[in-house]
């Protein structure tokens, strides 16, 4: 694994590329143990973020490379990746269009095991009334991706 760390107004993000694709963004910057490595993926990763959080990406293009999870965890993360930008889904809406109705919870732990966040964006996903709830990055985060996102949405639908 190549790592990099991209600025973001979210706190440093530690973004992760292997030989076939987006590993790992971590928050909080890199793991202690690891150092910035370069590559060409890292590269066109840290870019899309970077347009991401200006305002000017509303869908990342990027190869995935999805480490482990259960078959459960892996295919709440490609419901995720179906969210559209800008829009909110339910764990309990998630759960059932992963043919598990009864498995809100479980959503909420496959959400917080995501190796990808905002690219696979588990922030999209809230409690059943609508409020902000769980998000291993903090709510904070989480408040601030959908408030962009919200922004984005508005500013490209009403042409402002």
């Known amino acids: 694994m190549r790592w990099a760390v991209v600025g973001s107004p979210i706190d440093p ?13 971590q928050f909080a910057g890199l793991p202690a143990t690891v150092q910035v490595s ?8 840290a870019a899309q973020l970077t347009r991401y959080f200006a305002g000017g990406l509303t869908e990342f293009d990027v190869p995935l490379s999805v480490p482990g ?5 892996r295919a709440v993360w490609r ?5 559209p930008y800008g829009e909110t889904r339910t764990y309990g809406q998630v759960a059932a269009a992963v043919g598990e109705s009864d498995a809100a919870r479980a959503v909420g732990v496959a ?8 690219v696979i964006p ?16 903090g709510l904070w985060r ?6 962009l996102e919200a922004r984005v949405s508005m500013e490209r639908d009403w042409a402002l």
């Open 38 to 45: 370069a590559d060409p993926a890292l590269d066109v990763l």
């Open 13 to 25: 993000l530690g973004i992760a590329v292997d030989g076939a694709g987006v590993c790992r963004v």
């Open 142 to 147: 989480k408040k601030h991706l959908l408030e």
């Open 111 to 118: 959400c917080n095991r995501n190796p990808i966040p905002v």
């Open 69 to 73: 999870g259960t078959e459960f965890e």
């Open 79 to 83: 419901e995720l990746a179906r969210i």
């Open 122 to 137: 588990c922030h999209r996903v809230v409690g059943a009334d609508r409020t902000l709830v769980g998000f291993g990055g």
